[in-house]
């Protein structure tokens, strides 16, 4: 979803999750692996699904 360019809120809505769990739980991503922002994060994952199907 955060590939899709989904707001927290938006995430949250769709999941039927609180957005302050999803706020929470981004963050703690963040923090874990020392990133930045979304882009960040986006692009990590982007680039893990191509390395994996290589």
Same mark, same amino acid.
């Given at each position: 979803?955060?590939?899709?360019?989904?707001?927290?809120?938006?995430?949250?809505?769709?999941?039927?999750? &609180?957005?302050?769990? %999803? &706020?929470?739980?981004?963050?703690?991503?963040?923090?874990?692996?020392?990133?930045?922002?979304?882009?960040?994060? %986006?692009?990590?994952? %982007?680039?893990?699904?191509? &390395? &994996?199907?290589?």
């Amino acid at each position: 979803m955060l590939t899709s360019g989904l707001s927290d809120r938006e995430i949250a809505d769709t999941l039927h999750f &609180s957005y302050s769990y %999803v &706020s929470c739980k981004l963050c703690r991503m963040f923090k874990k692996y020392k990133l930045k922002n979304r882009c960040h994060l %986006v692009a990590i994952f %982007v680039h893990s699904l191509y &390395s &994996s199907n290589a």
